[in-house]
């Protein structure tokens, strides 16, 4: 358990049966452990997408597990076009080759020059799992997901659950309704803007 230089160098100066010194080890030993319990019981360390994704880290190659997660993860990611064949004799190959080279410096930049020359079928399905956006406006995009994709929608594309995602933070910015933001004075007669409408003739 690391308690930090000053700390140790406190405790050192004490003896081991010092009570103060026997106190401090056993409140913060038993601190460590209840933050460990309530880690556990809060964060999803049993998520196969978690699992899968913790493949990608080069370090922990050379298993079972790991080559399993990689092949999961195809799984997980089925808009990525591979094949499969090739992908499951590059996961293997992967595990055991010895001529790859140490992380140094940002992974995708390691993973896009490994891919390059090596493995192209599992460079595409790493970056396709690198490239997943994140950042404060994750759990928003989600809610507002929730109103697009319906029971009535689910094979909606990206590129249209895009534009309804760019619109909808639009009109949420300006504080208007597509009404109020679009209103005409009269719609009958006032002209069609064609930005709005370029694919109607």
């Not at 140094?104 to 595409?124: F, H, P």
């Not at 639009?170 to 709005?196: N, Q, T, Y």
């Amino acid at each position: 358990m690391g308690r930090g230089k000053i700390i140790n160098s406190i405790l050192k100066q004490r003896g081991k049966s010092d009570t103060i010194r026997v106190l401090f080890v056993q409140r913060s030993l038993a601190a460590f452990n209840n933050a460990g319990q309530v880690l556990l019981e809060k964060m999803p360390l049993d998520n196969d997408c978690i699992m899968a994704f913790s493949a990608l880290d080069p370090e922990i190659r050379g298993t079972t597990a790991s080559l399993l997660c990689l092949n999961n993860l195809a799984a997980l990611i089925p808009s990525v076009v591979l094949d499969e064949g090739a992908l499951d004799q590059e996961s293997r190959s992967f595990q055991t080759d010895k001529n790859i080279l140490p992380v140094s410096g940002r992974i995708e930049v390691w993973w896009a020059k490994l891919g390059c020359e090596w493995y192209v079928n599992l460079a595409k399905l790493v970056k396709a799992a690198l490239s997943c956006f994140h950042g404060p406006l994750v759990e928003s995009t989600f809610s507002v997901m929730g109103h697009i994709v319906t029971k009535n929608k689910t094979n909606m594309d990206v590129q249209t659950y895009a534009a309804y995602q760019t619109i909808k933070y639009h009109l949420k910015s300006m504080g208007k309704s597509s009404i109020e933001c679009f209103a005409k004075a009269d719609p009958f007669k006032d002209a069609v803007c064609g930005k709005l409408s370029p694919s109607i003739r």
